[in-house]
T-cell receptor, first 114, second 119 residues
Framework: AQKITQTQPGMFVQEKEAVTLDCTYD???????LFWYKQPSSGEMIFLIY??????QNATEGRYSLNFQKARKSANLVISASQLGDSAMYFC???????????FGTGTRLQVFP | DAEITQSPRHKITETGRQVTLACHQT?????MFWYRQDLGHGLRLIHY???????NKGEVSDGYSVSRSNTEDLPLTLESAASSQTSVYFC??????????????????FGPGTRLTVL
């Protein structure tokens, strides 16, 4: 069975600083995909970044990067130069081989302060 | 622009009533999903569909049903609403996974959510 663990219920970061949100996963599938979604207070789910298990390089999307450590089964999200608008819930999720179902972690609430 | 919509956005109902939440996507995606979001649980999968006339149970399917009669719609029905089903419900869709190519997976696009309260 697949599982996603986010151990940080809440994180604080000062504006313009970098922050790392932790995500570990468990799967026996040789192939899988990892996703991060942002959920602001307005409630919508916004896709941020994707990492495939066979990708050799860590994924990056603007200020977001994914620190993928396959041996440790971790897929941490790094947000550089935090902005006030980054305050939101962040969810890590994965999809496994032969399925398109997403399994979500419980989320991390990030608060960016001036 | 392609989109995914949900209706209603807010619904209050009474215990025992049948409720149907609508989900409509114009992405022409094969895959559609229903999740519920509760504090401390993240998003949990209720039902999903990989195409017309295909439906599958997810992690928390008891008390819910879906049907897929066309590509665009996947309505979620609560047969007899219970207070435990008070939650925020999200519909999502994604393109069909690349069967046989186990190196790429497609992101899911989410609807805006429906807040359901069962009194």
């Amino acid at each position: 069975a697949q599982k996603i663990t986010q151990t940080q219920p809440g994180m604080f970061v000062q504006e313009k600083e970098a922050v790392t949100l932790d995500c570990t996963y468990d799967t026996s599938d040789p192939s899988y995909g990892l996703f991060w979604y942002k959920q602001p207070s307005s409630g919508e789910m916004i896709f941020l970044i994707y990492q495939g298990s066979y990708d050799q390089q860590n994924a990056t999307e603007g200020r977001y990067s994914l620190n993928f450590q396959k041996a440790r089964k971790s897929a941490n999200l790094v947000i550089s130069a935090s902005q006030l608008g980054d305050s939101a819930m962040y969810f890590c999720a994965m999809v496994g081989e032969d399925t398109d179902k997403l399994i979500f972690g419980t989320g991390t609430r990030l608060q960016v302060f001036p | 622009d392609a989109e995914i919509t949900q209706s209603p956005r807010h619904k209050i109902t009474e215990t025992g009533r049948q409720v149907t939440l609508a989900c409509h996507q114009t992405w022409n995606h094969n895959n559609m999903f229903w999740y519920r979001q509760d504090l401390g649980h993240g998003l949990r999968l209720i039902h999903y569909s990989y195409g017309v006339h295909d439906t599958n149970k997810g992690e928390v399917s008891d008390g819910y049903s879906v049907s897929r009669s066309n590509t665009e719609d996947l309505p979620l029905t609560l047969e007899s609403a219970a207070s435990s089903q008070t939650s925020v419900y999200f519909c999502a869709s994604s393109d069909l996974g690349l069967a046989g190519v186990k190196s790429s997976y497609n992101e899911q696009f989410f609807g805006p959510g429906t807040r359901l309260t069962v009194l």
